[in-house]
């Protein structure tokens, strides 16, 4: 059936085109009505602004965790750390993080060296480390034995004392030394594997920056890679590239000639050098994506009843229009650009809350133990971009749902929508109506006085003829 034939006026070619080129009138009306409608639309627009609040958030949340990190340590002299894949992967789904260190060939470092723009590469391993102190166990962070060649990654400077020359020979940082109240010819106990030792101090090094995650005992090669356990594996190799070469680059040289590997820069060589710091950056990026995934639903869901339960409220309105020839395109022009300005009022509105609510929400998992020490915020302009983004396009959404029904009925439905409801006349409590009469009375007596379908009826006067 053809608009004509419902009765409804067709939009003429020039009309469409003006309806499309001007939309500043359209934007100008949207105005004028939220304006007098403060009320309606106020908790459409507290709605967006916190769904942007927590969009925002979640954003760089995302962002954090993607782009930051905790800066290197051990392997702060290293331009590139290359370790393995430290996920199993999923076809179709997030890869999802491993616990345990993924261990590379040894024969890695031979082929990583021979890169061009290598200076040289050290082979890396890592033994987690108990030390005792007078038969109780040491308190602070967590200790790692390494072999002496990796000393030249951080770089650790012997401060006193020598290199470890035998296997009971150890080498401690300063801090380490310190709280452990040795110096070089003490002897020191140390855990490894559940089985004690007895292993003689013979230096102390300093690190090039202090160390705050961790405490470093150094080995000799052999003896850390027979406490490491399985032999021809090592945990990461460390790169010190040649004078003039770029990180970046060099890493994809080191992609490209050695498959199967995973190569580090920045503050990324974080990741390999303690893995609770990988663990922590994929637990950041997930609980981002999920709070934003699901305040996304809940802003479409919450404009969309809100502005469906306006545009109920304005049926008259809406019908009135539709009476006098607004096309249903117009009404939906009309009520879309509404839904566009609180969307991007809205969205303005909750950027700077959502930037302070992601500021409370790292100091909350700084100070749970979800994000180690160090690990800081990063703060761009893209989370409020983006927020913009999503919620405007969601207040679209949520009003083109509201308002299909109220745009798409006939003039004549939408008058007879907008006629007043007699039951909700009759409880209103002042007034009261027949239910045989279409009008409202003050009183039900003056119902029944006034009002003629009340009246008892009266029989007609019999004609003459009929005595």
Wanted: proline residues 7%; contains cysteine.
């Amino acid at each position: 059936m053809s608009r004509e034939s419902r009765g409804e006026a067709a939009d003429p070619p020039a009309a469409r085109k003006k309806i499309r080129t001007l939309s500043r009138q359209n934007l100008s009306l949207a105005w004028s009505t939220i304006r007098g409608r403060k009320g309606g639309f106020a908790t459409v627009l507290i709605a967006i602004a916190v769904g942007s609040a927590v969009i925002t958030a979640c954003g760089v949340l995302l962002e954090t965790g993607i782009r930051s990190g905790v800066p290197a340590e051990r392997y702060h002299r290293a331009a590139v750390v290359v370790g393995g894949y430290q996920a199993m992967p999923v076809e179709g789904d997030a890869d999802p993080r491993l616990s345990e260190r993924v261990r590379l060939p040894a024969d890695t470092v031979a082929k990583v060296a021979a890169v061009p723009g290598v200076a040289s590469a050290v082979g890396d391993v890592s033994v987690r480390i108990t030390v005792l102190k007078k038969g109780s166990v040491l308190g602070g962070p967590s200790v790692y034995g390494h072999g002496w060649s990796a000393s030249a990654l951080a770089p650790f400077t012997l401060r006193s004392g020598t290199r470890p020359r035998a296997d009971d020979d150890v080498v401690l940082d300063g801090d380490l030394a310190r709280r452990a109240g040795v110096a070089p010819g003490d002897t020191l106990t140390l855990v490894t594997g559940s089985k004690p030792g007895s292993y003689r101090v013979s230096g102390v090094a300093e690190p090039a920056t202090p160390l705050q995650r961790q405490s470093a005992v150094f080995f000799t090669d052999g003896q850390a890679t027979r406490l490491h356990g399985p032999s021809g594996k090592i945990d990461a190799v460390g790169v010190l590239a040649a004078k003039g070469t770029d990180a970046d680059d060099l890493a994809d040289r080191i992609k490209k000639a050695v498959p199967g590997v995973v190569t580090h820069t920045r503050d990324d060589r974080g990741d390999v050098e303690t893995l609770d710091v990988g663990q922590m950056r994929s637990f950041l990026v997930e609980v981002a994506i999920a709070f934003g995934a699901t305040m996304i639903l809940l802003v479409i869901i919450v404009v969309a009843g809100t502005l469906a339960l306006s545009v109920q409220q304005r049926r008259r309105e809406l019908a009135l229009l539709r009476a006098v020839g607004a096309t249903p395109r117009q009404v939906l022009r009309m009520l879309g650009a509404e839904a566009v300005l609180v969307g991007v009022i809205g969205a303005a509105l909750g950027a700077v809350p959502g930037i302070l609510l992601a500021l409370l929400l790292h100091t909350v998992f700084t100070a749970a133990g979800a994000l180690p020490p160090g690990f800081s915020l990063v703060i761009t302009p893209l989370p409020v971009l983006f927020a913009l983004l999503i919620c405007v396009p969601a207040a679209r959404i949520g009003g083109r749902l509201a308002a299909r029904r109220a745009a798409n009925v006939s003039a004549v439905e939408a008058l007879g929508d907008a006629a007043v409801d007699r039951r909700s006349s009759a409880g209103s409590g002042s007034r009261s109506a027949c239910c045989s009469c279409p009008r409202a009375w003050p009183s039900r007596s003056c119902c029944r006085s006034r009002c003629p379908a009340s009246r008892p009826s009266r029989a007609p006067p019999a004609p003459p003829w009929s005595s």
